[in-house]
């Protein structure tokens, strides 16, 4: 496996651990690999979301 995939994958399970869903607060749950356009859904609303990571050293400014 690649490092960029495993970046993104580790990326993506973070978000689902640490970040509530934007909309209603739940839960987000990751989609199925390769899922057209999306890695995230909340599991209350139809929220989706695509995670993008950065694999730098953490800075004061976000992009």
Same mark, same amino acid.
């Given at each position: 496996?690649?490092?960029? @995939? ?12 640490? &970040?509530? =869903?934007?909309? *209603?607060? @739940? ?12 890695? &995230?859904? =909340?599991?209350? *609303? ?18």
């Amino acid at each position: 496996m690649s490092k960029n @995939k495993e970046s993104g994958d580790d990326g993506e399970k973070e978000v689902c651990d640490f &970040v509530p =869903c934007p909309n *209603c607060g @739940k839960k987000l749950m990751l989609l199925p690999p390769n899922y057209p356009l999306y890695d &995230v859904q =909340c599991t209350g *609303c139809s929220f989706r979301a695509q995670v993008k990571t950065n694999n730098t050293r953490p800075k004061a400014q976000i992009f």
